[in-house]
């Protein structure tokens, strides 16, 4: 696969997948001997007589673009009661559900808790851009599992191909860079100000602010002005919504749209915690 993504001549992103796999071993136990057995067997499962098509969305679904060896895998929101992370995959709208059941992790659980494991000592083998890990049992596609989402809104490769990218120091405490306008267009984070500024969104990186990896998105928008980002993939379910910011005494005001819809009171940048309550959704 790709070691590295180009945007431009001087601009590329480390291209890190984690690819989950199947021995023929695990496909034999299915009765599947080859590609074509393979094949006809997702078109009958996902009810589709398009060969390309069902090939196409089985092997996407076993590749994530996060970094993910098994501590990752492992690693929870400790604030919740029921261990689960949802993984994305080169099928821009599924995700894979991991679980921990009774200490271990389980893909895709069911209602029982039984899913799809990885194969011991079969797992975390490194590749030159990610991890392999093994499974013992073939990884369909199925509906996630609602948890809990971190949208980290520097999480994307216009902010990514900047050459400070989550490297804080004391020194560069406090620098904002800024960020391929084109680039982030074709990713779906637009902004527009009046007057308009290429600028208007930079890179801030910043400690001591409750924010993930020492780092938050500046936007700058003037009197009038917004800024738009394109939502992950998220399960179908109602998540309470936490907003982090830096509060200033001179910043202004603004409210939170999801999918068009106005969710929020206007939230005051200038007073209050640095974490805003919105509500359910």
Known sequence: SRYERKFSDVVS????????????SVFRVAGIHSLNDL?????????????????????YYHVSKDLKDFQALGTFDKNVETKVQNLNTYDAT?????????????????????????????????????????????????????AVVVWELTDYEC?????????????DDGKKLEIDREMAKAEGVTWKTVPD????????????????????????LGY????????????????????HSIRYDSRGTAKLAIDNQIIS????????SYTADIGTV
């Open 159 to 171: 902010f990514r191909a900047l050459s400070l990218y989550q490297k804080w120091s004391s020194n």
């Open 39 to 59: 094949v006809e067997h997702l078109k009958t499962r996902y009810q589709s007589d398009n060969r390309a098509e069902v090939l196409q969305k089985f092997m």
């Open 94 to 146: 599924q995700l894979i559900s991991v679980k921990d059941v009774k200490s271990h992790l389980v893909f895709n659980a069911d209602a029982d808790g039984k899913g799809v494991m990885l194969v011991e000592g079969q797992y975390d083998k490194i590749a030159n851009n990610g991890y392999l890990h093994e499974l013992d049992g073939i990884l369909y596609l199925a509906e996630a599992e609602p």
């Open 224 to 243: 009038v002005g917004w800024a738009q980002f394109k939502m992950p993939v998220i399960a179908k379910g109602k998540y309470k919504v936490t907003l």
């Open 197 to 220: 500024d290429d600028a208007a969104l930079r890179y801030y990186l910043r400690s001591g602010q409750y924010f993930y990896e020492n780092d938050a998105v500046s936007m700058s």
């Open 13 to 24: 992103v480390r291209d890190y997948k984690t690819v989950f796999i199947e021995s023929d």
């Open 265 to 272: 009171a206007s939230l005051n940048f200038a007073s209050g």
